[in-house]
């Protein structure tokens, strides 16, 4: 090894260093941590590094505290950390672990002010890749210089293998007149307190022979009273870094004009624009559909994409080549993303994904996208997530076509310097638009966010806004989970786009959870709902707000038994849905079509019912799905029919498939899609008894009840139901005539059924201390997380839930219609 000689210009000084053990308390501080955030080592030293780290929680250990600092800040990257007065700073955050003997484990944050990386180019350069990137190498030396932790990139750079280095001095593990010149730099560290960076040069046995030079930074470690512990040292290799010098100060200088502009698509241009060709041959920038009006974004760094795949929203778009040959979208288009795609992947773990030979299985059948692969001569990618303070903004997508060099991992670092400084700008777009988004905002706070379809159902679903000025509209969709494993769904269509339209979609949502918690069949609930849009439209006529309102609605809304397979379906001027079967055999479902809700013709709505083999697909969608511009319905249904006949695929490709049917059409109108896939509920998972309407079934009911959960291993539950069992039977004997029915079904919870021919609902009442009778509903209630009635043919149905032994959810207790 050369001697080790000072490289110019490379000034870490004021990276704020601290080490953690495993539990996360700190253990080691540094002088330029204590500038930073204004902790000194004895504020923090033998405390949690929650005090500094709010992400890190009161987590139990390292491991965990990283994995929640992911989950909620985007690490490595971008988050806030908490001044000692109070206030939190936006920094940038790098964390690595070390291996020591025995073992042991040690973690090193270390943490960088992004606005004194703009200045500085090239300590941007040293700080990006800080310990949380190859080559850089950590090294965490005691007062008499052994070393007590390193992690593994250390021995690739000077070949000290770890059995060696670990509890040693450096002059002990590799002897020499480098080590001694090493140690006497050390020296000065832990006398002097300050930090030093230093150059030297290695064989490697990756090097053929050939020197590599590395740069060593060496920082002082302090303990709680302020005295040095030890020092840190980290090595990154100079050759890269020399060699990219000049795009990291293009980036640099450039990077300040993307903070021009308060308009997210110009951003998101220019971004694209300054890539291109600094970085890549061919560059994207997609941002999820709501980021352009001024709307949070509902994914966030390491926690998935919630089942689906997001919606995102061509922003910008350059190449080498003019016109963009590569992309077949403009700026403003859906993008077609499959769920193995590169962007759905970095979208769902909120990490830089890298590809340096292109490798296309999730293009497999696709053959357009992998003709035009072929065709640009697309060989190596780079997608880099667009993450603020902890939301993932979008992605950018980074291609090389002529260049035939694959990216490296420094091309990853380069781009993801850039992404971040226009992460910035772009948030500040974002929120400069949100004055003017607030249609979008309450279009995404009333739409659902997530669909339960419990044992019933599968769903997968997509929303289109067809209007990027307003980007809202009056589609609205659910699926809400009913009593006794059913369960409702429901798509509607509010005319006119805006925040009227959008106002009356979450009214009429609202309306339909509403009504559907009553347990009313479809037809009744469409009646209902259609008195709810004519008073709307009254109260429009009597406001004197002159803002035009949205007159007139569709909708379809259907409930689904999973232990019979009958859905009861019907629609008030809406699409038919779309049926597939288990052969893929594609039928829209003969239903009487109604009037448009708040019409005011007053003609009644149809119920119909089909029986629908397990494994059947539903698809409900609004008219922006199938029409085009110029087009036909008809045409726009057969469309769709055909992306879904295929029965194999998941939902999620499916959808993706619907929403790609034409793609070279706009649509006129949002566009919405709900499938759902039907699943039964086992016979061995439901028990029927038919009682007779006397005193004696009560006692022959709870006995059924009772061997019932002996049989599915339910026993602990055998006292309560039993009691709730006696209730409900008794009351059925008391107020019908005719023959009872008891049923058990075994699903999410535990539901007991009793059916009657009595078609009034029960009325729980508080029976005064003088009454024999009168609390049987109140105990039915204590007993059970929750329990209500609905009305069918012939009759009346009276249910109660309890939660299933393991499960925790909360006891409602409360009447549910």
Same mark, same amino acid.
């Given at each position: 090894m050369a001697h080790s000689e000072q490289l110019e210009g490379l000034n870490v000084s004021d990276t704020a260093l601290g080490l953690l053990d495993e539990r996360g308390m700190v253990v080691g501080w540094t002088q330029a941590a204590e500038r930073l955030v204004g902790f000194g080592a004895g504020d923090v030293v033998t405390r949690s590094a929650a005090v500094v780290v709010p992400c890190f929680g009161a987590a139990p250990s390292m491991p965990v505290a990283v994995e929640r600092c992911a989950a909620q800040n985007g690490w490595p990257g971008a988050t806030a950390v908490r001044h000692r007065d109070g206030h939190l700073v936006d920094v940038s955050l790098r964390i690595t672990a070390l291996r020591g003997q025995g073992g042991t484990r040690r973690w090193l944050l270390s943490v960088t002010d992004p606005g004194a990386l703009a200045g500085d180019a090239l300590s941007g350069l040293v700080r990006g890749p800080l310990v949380a990137r190859a080559p850089i190498g950590v090294v965490i030396r005691d007062r008499q210089l052994r070393c007590t932790f390193a992690n593994e990139v250390m021995e690739r750079h000077d070949g000290i293998p770890e059995e060696r280095r670990l509890g040693r001095r450096l002059s002990q593990a590799a002897p020499g007149a480098r080590a001694e010149a090493v140690e006497a730099v050390m020296e000065q560290v832990l006398q002097g307190g300050v930090t030093k960076v230093h150059e030297y040069r290695a064989w490697l046995p990756t090097a053929q022979g050939r020197e590599h030079p590395f740069a060593a930074a060496y920082h002082c470690l302090l303990g709680a009273d302020g005295e040095t512990v030890g020092v840190c040292v980290i090595s990154a290799d100079v050759t890269e870094s020399r060699r990219i010098r000049e795009r990291v100060t293009a980036i640099s200088e450039a990077g300040t004009r993307l903070?021009?502009? +308060? /308009?997210?698509?110009?951003?998101?241009?220019?971004? &694209? @624009?300054?890539?291109?060709?600094?970085?890549?041959?061919?560059?994207? !920038?997609?941002?999820?559909?709501?980021?352009? #009006?001024?709307?949070?974004?509902?994914?966030?760094? %390491?926690?998935?994409?919630?089942?689906?795949?997001?919606?995102?929203?061509?922003?910008?778009? &350059?190449?080498?080549?003019? %016109?963009v040959p590569e992309s077949p979208l403009t700026r403003g288009d859906p993008v077609p993303m499959s769920s193995a795609s590169p962007l759905a992947v970095a979208l769902r773990t909120g990490k830089s994904f890298l590809e340096q030979h292109l490798d296309r299985p999730w293009v497999d059948g696709r053959p357009t996208l992998a003709r035009r692969f072929r065709e640009s001569g697309?060989?190596?990618?780079? !997608?880099?997530?667009?993450? !603020?303070?902890?939301? +993932?903004? %979008?992605?950018?997508? #980074?291609?090389?076509?002529?260049?035939?060099?694959? #990216?490296?991992?420094? /091309?990853?670092?380069?781009?993801? $310097?850039?992404?971040?400084?226009?992460?910035?700008?772009?948030?500040?777009?974002?929120?400069?638009?949100? $004055?003017?988004?607030?249609?979008?905002?309450?279009?995404?706070? +009333? *739409?659902?966010?997530?669909?339960? %379809?419990?044992?019933?159902?599968?769903?997968?679903?997509?929303y289109l806004p067809a209007d990027l000025d307003h980007g809202v509209g009056g589609d609205w969709f659910d699926v809400i989970p009913l009593s006794g494993a059913r369960v409702a769904f429901v798509v509607g269509d509010v005319v006119g786009h805006?925040?009227?339209?959008?106002?009356?979609?979450?009214?009429?949502?609202?309306? !339909?959870?509403?009504?559907?918690?009553?347990?009313?069949?479809? @037809?009744? *609930?469409?009646?209902?709902?259609?008195?709810?849009?004519?008073?709307?439209?009254?109260?429009?006529? /009597?406001?004197?707000?002159?803002?035009?309102?949205?007159?007139? &609605?569709?909708?379809?809304?259907?409930?689904?038994?999973? &232990?019979?397979?009958?859905?009861?379906?019907?629609?008030?001027?809406?699409?038919?849905p779309a049926i597939v079967d288990p052969q893929g055999r594609v039928t829209f479902a003969d239903l009487p079509p109604g009037a448009p809700l708040g019409i005011g013709l007053g003609d009644p709505f149809e119920t119909v019912e089909l029986e629908l083999p397990e494994g059947s697909l539903i698809a409900l969608y609004t008219d922006g799905l199938i029409e085009t511009r110029g087009g036909d319905i008809e045409d726009g249904m057969h469309r769709l029919g055909t992306a879904l006949k295929d029965p194999g695929r998941s939902l999620e490709e499916l959808c993706t498939r619907a929403t790609e049917t034409n793609p070279g059409q706009a649509s006129c109108d949002d566009a919405t899609l709900l499938l759902i896939r039907t699943r039964s509920l086992p016979p061995a998972q439901q028990a029927s008894w038919i009682l007779p309407s006397d005193e004696s079934a009560v006692r022959s009911a709870r006995h059924l009840a009772a061997g019932q959960l002996t049989v599915w291993g339910l026993e602990v539950l055998s006292d309560s139901l039993q009691l709730i069992v006696s209730e409900l039977v008794t009351n059925a004997i008391r107020h019908s005539d005719g023959p009872i029915r008891l049923r058990l079904k075994r699903h999410q919870v535990l539901t007991c059924e009793v059916s009657d021919a009595d078609t009034c609902a029960p009325r729980p009442r508080r029976a005064r201390n003088s009454d024999e009778g009168g609390r049987g509903l109140l105990l039915v209630a204590q007993m059970s997380r929750r329990w209500g009635s609905r009305t069918v043919a012939g009759g009346k149905v009276v249910w109660a839930e309890q939660e299933l032994p393991g499960t925790s959810r909360p006891r409602a207790g409360s009447r549910a219609s």
């Open positions: 903070g021009e502009t +308060l /308009d997210v698509m110009q951003a998101s241009q220019g971004l &694209a @624009d300054l890539a291109v060709p600094l970085l890549a041959d061919y560059v994207t !920038v997609d941002l999820e559909q709501s980021v352009p #009006f001024g709307e949070v974004p509902a994914l966030h760094s %390491g926690t998935g994409t919630g089942g689906g795949v997001p919606v995102l929203r061509r922003a910008g778009q &350059a190449s080498i080549h003019p %016109g697309m060989h190596s990618l780079m !997608v880099v997530p667009v993450r !603020v303070r902890g939301a +993932l903004l %979008g992605v950018v997508m #980074f291609v090389r076509t002529d260049n035939p060099a694959p #990216f490296q991992e420094a /091309d990853l670092l380069l781009a993801e $310097e850039l992404v971040n400084r226009a992460a910035q700008s772009l948030d500040n777009a974002r929120q400069y638009a949100r $004055e003017h988004a607030t249609a979008l905002t309450l279009q995404r706070n +009333l *739409l659902p966010r997530r669909l339960t %379809g419990g044992t019933a159902i599968e769903t997968a679903s997509r805006g925040l009227h339209a959008a106002a009356t979609m979450g009214t009429l949502r609202t309306a !339909v959870r509403t009504l559907a918690d009553m347990d009313l069949p479809p @037809d009744e *609930l469409l009646a209902h709902l259609d008195d709810t849009v004519q008073r709307l439209a009254e109260e429009d006529c /009597d406001d004197s707000n002159p803002l035009p309102g949205a007159v007139g &609605a569709t909708c379809l809304y259907a409930v689904y038994d999973p &232990a019979t397979g009958v859905c009861a379906m019907a629609r008030a001027g809406h699409l038919p």
